[in-house]
């Protein structure tokens, strides 16, 4: 394709992206300037619900959402859009069960819970586990815009990545997390503004809202029924609700990015709150990023870009919409980019600062008390905690150059969250509902959940998904038959393609292993419930053998604190009774 980006939009661009960063640089040299820990990473616990609530959107529903939802619905249709039946379904689970356990706690990061439940040994293991998944993740979101940028502009995905990369790395580390909750709010409004942008400029183009639904409709996009019992099946009822719901809690309930925004407000009511009031902006960027695609589908329905060669991956479709849609207004493609970027600097400053966080808490503070013999000083905490914001900043952009090979952006962030996401969200479930679950059973048991996990998620070969149908017979070198072939002959890309969908069309004639053939979404319930059974199951055989580490039951001959299971267990328990400690 021919970029059709000028200097208008990259003014608009660099504007955009300095004024995130000049909100961190101002946070940095406001307030208490971020010299203490309790500033730093926790915004002086001084936050109100909205931005929260805000940035709790914004963490994970980035640059992904707005590149891959819309993607997914012009490629598979609107079935996705049932995962928000799961996410009204644990919200109440992750703010009345899990959330006041962590509020009492007030603990920087999350995994200390697992220390006070378990064991050294099991925090070090689930925070070890918690970045791998973090730094997978920040590989995506940095090459999203990455992506978008080469589509629209020409810039190389390498350039891109860096300046992105080195740009979040900047703010994050000076800011703190004040800086990020306040620039989620901004980057927000980007966000949902590139997304109308998209709906409005259509629907202009279309004559109204109603021919994209014909279409729509007429191609097979506009499709909600598939209650299908086979796991094979990509989306259905069940893998959108029961994957999406333990992926959500995963995310939401022990996740160390959104525990650490919600310990940022004053009181338990006020997270609850933020919590509830991210349910519906959740929910509203969910259903108009698929229905964006939707409009795109409509623009394109009868010239695919990718089979037309003007892109290399359907991710960019949104960007190239843009360019070819808006390219005549000054800025306005500029004002779209920046929409994407601005949710990527928002989402990689948010978990470059939960790792810093997780490794200060968990590795430094321990190690500095092991040698010393005595705790780092408060005063001490914040140098260490920005060196290593940096240092995983770097990190992020390594990984950023092998996102590629991951598939679609939306499929290869779901998929890195269910491959950790389950078997930890399962560590955590056994220490809150359970008192007969000991560190050596759960350790033995998230180990086990991930090994299969991870041979699930990593291993194959796996089939291809089955796309519905695209058209090329529109474009403009359709116009002579021979000249399109010899331009599919000559694209590299586009051969590509054509194998692809050739092999798709032939996939029932290829014996792939039955676990193979499992959709994405079952990976984080696979992990969950292998790790939960096993770990609970180890648990009883080990203390019937004798072999359980019986500290997690007792602490002094006293029970273990009752705060720290959920608060009907933790009521019933009443901290009293060993027999009723015993009876789960």
Sequence with gaps: MEPNFDRWDFAVLITILLISAMIGIYYRY???????????????????????????????MSSITLLGVSSESYQFGTMFCIINIAYIISTPIAAYLFLPVFYRMRTLSVYEYLERRFGHSTRLAASLAYSVQMILYMGIVLYAPALALEAVTGVSKTTAILVIGLLCTFYSTIGGLKAVLITDVFQSLLMFAAIFAVIVVSAIKAGGLAPIWQEAEKRDRFYFTDFSLDPTERHTWWSLIIG???????????????VQRLLSVRNLESAQSALWWNLPILSTLSFSTLFSGLAIFHYYRNCDPLLEGRIQSRDQLMPLFAVDTMGQYPGLCGLFVSGIFSASLSTVSSAVSSLSTVTLEDYIKPLYKRITNNPLHEARSTLPSKIMAAIYGLVCIGMAFTAGSMGGVLQASLTIFGIIGGPLLALFTLGLCTTRSNQRGVLIGLLIGLIFSFIIGFGGPKPLPTMLDFKADGCVAAINSTLVAEAFTQTDNIALNITTQLLATDEAKVDYFWIYRLSYLWLSVIGFLITLVAGYGLSLLLEALKLADNKQIYLDNQLIDGDLFIPPLARRLGGSQIEEMTKL
């Design 244 to 258: 999406g719901m333990v992926t959500y809690l995963s995310l939401y309930g022990i996740n160390q990015v959104q």
């Design 30 to 60: 406001t307030g208490g300037k971020q010299k203490t820990i309790k500033e730093y990473l926790l915004a002086d616990q001084s936050m109100t619900t909205f931005p929260v609530a805000v940035s709790l959107m914004a963490s994970f």
